[in-house]
């Protein structure tokens, strides 16, 4: 089996930072940071988070392709969560003449003349089989949140988020990773991850979920094992109702005799681990994981070291883990 590196990363849109986790202005060349970051991983598969394209705010860099051209990907593809500009703390302010729906750029794509965007993004070095993209809504309420450069909590709407999905061809044959970006809302996050599990059931095994979920500990895997365990025991428990509906109506109502109530065995979590457990935020002095590697199917003796490196850009910190595939 062949070695890769899979990384997720949150590029904050490739904002510099300082050592102290105070933003710097960008650059002349201000795609030059972030594909200096992107380099430095040195990613076999790549997901991105919070990924602008032709924003003002980052210099109108492409910043997908910018990334892609730095790793030397061989397919890339750029989800966009929405079409507008950011608004301060207001959130994004939409573009009327934008198309409804999610759209999906790629290498075909670079120098066109779309408007500025901001969403997810998937890169890779290996063979692609299959792509999916899908949008998830914002919630409809938001939370107060420490805004940098404003004192205490600022109320801050919930956005839309994007997800990729990539069928991948291994050393050991297909499988699936994901590039997802998460709502911050409690609740709402953890119903668009059972959502993530449930898009990609009719995808190819082993399953890798990368990105910034805005949980932490093992809420993402239980989340992600319970949506596994909920689609095996609904066929069976439709299944049995049914069964036990028709058996009451083919037996006399006098004569029916008392029904002993079975109990259906649990369903065990399939098998849903992290791949690496390390603080990756705030990038200057790490504290909390919202960033995520997680997999089914991937045996635990395959997965290598992780390491979660400091870079220039951003204040969430990369996660990269070594899997063998």
Not at 89 to 115: F, K, N, Q, S, T
Not at 199 to 218: S, T
Not at 272 to 285: E, G, V
């Amino acid at each position: 089996m062949s070695q890769l590196r899979i990384a997720t990363f949150n590029l904050l849109h490739g904002q510099p930072l300082a050592p102290d986790g105070g933003p710097r202005p960008f650059p002349a060349d201000p795609g030059a940071p972030l594909a200096e970051a992107v380099a430095a991983l040195d990613a076999d598969v790549l997901a991105l988070q919070e990924v602008d394209r032709y924003q003002a705010r980052s210099g109108g860099t492409d910043q997908a392709a910018a990334a892609a051209k730095a790793m030397g990907a061989a397919d890339w593809r750029f989800a966009a969560a929405l079409h507008g500009r950011p608004a301060p703390v207001a959130g994004w302010l939409p573009d009327p003449a934008a198309p409804p729906g999610i759209r999906v750029y790629g290498p075909g794509e670079v120098g066109d003349d779309a408007p500025p965007s901001y969403g997810t993004a998937l890169l890779t070095r290996l063979p692609v089989r299959h792509w999916r993209a899908r949008r998830f809504a914002p919630a409809p309420f938001g939370l107060p949140l420490r805004v940098a450069g404003r004192r205490g909590l600022t109320p801050v709407p919930d956005e839309p988020r994007a997800a990729l999905a990539a069928v991948l061809e291994g050393g050991q044959g297909p499988f699936t990773v994901v590039a997802a970006h998460l709502s911050f809302v409690p609740g709402w996050n953890m119903a668009q991850l059972a959502a993530i599990r449930r898009w990609i059931a009719d995808l190819p095994r082993p399953y890798l979920v990368l990105g910034d979920f805005n949980l932490v500990g093992a809420v993402p895997r239980t989340v992600l094992g319970g949506a596994a365990a909920l689609e095996r025991t609904a066929p069976r428990a439709r299944v049995r109702v049914r069964e036990l509906r028709e058996a009451r109506r083919a037996r006399p109502a006098l004569v029916e005799p008392r029904r002993r109530r079975v109990r259906e065995p649990r369903a065990r979590l399939q098998g849903w681990h992290d791949l690496a457990r390390t603080p990756t935020y705030p990038s200057h002095r790490p504290a909390v994981q919202f960033d995520h590697v997680l997999a089914v199917g991937v045996p635990r003796a395959a997965v290598g070291p992780a390491a979660a490196p400091r870079t220039a850009v951003s204040d969430h910190r990369p996660l990269v883990v070594r899997v063998s595939l």
